[in-house]
């Protein structure tokens, strides 16, 4: 087994898509990046690169590449996932936690934790989502920015 863990922040912005999981959310903000900025799959990203040694989503994934201009991240997730299975290492479970003051995360937690555990390969039950408030203090508590913070298990393949 091995394990790993991964951490990601965006900046909100008017006038950006907010795309969590690859599950848009109907809100009048969204988060800035070179790609669409997704922090659910960007922390699972890193988390999976954590666990099976090969760098992190900025080596794989270099946000100056124009490649990955308004890239839907969960594509990029599916490919470090099948990366992860070609080296022999499947995934076990992994859990999610979002950082956010608003929106509320629950009338899409079903849908976003569908399409992780689809790309992942894995049983929807095996994909823990959970979000919190920071209570109003800081950056994540004033609306500034949305993090979020991820931890997965790989299993060795025989
Ligand atoms: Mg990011």
Redesign the pocket.
Known sequence: MRVGSGF???RLAVGRRLVLGGVELPWDMGLV?H?D???IC?ALIDALCGAAGIGD?GTLFPDDDPKYKDVR?LDLLREVADHCRRAKWAVENVDVTLLAQVPRLAPYREAIRNNLAGVLGIDPGAVGLKATTTDHVGPLGNGEALAAQAVVLLREVP
Request: no cysteine; proline share 0%.
């Open positions: 990601d922040l965006h990046g790609s900025a997704d922090v960007h989503i991240s």
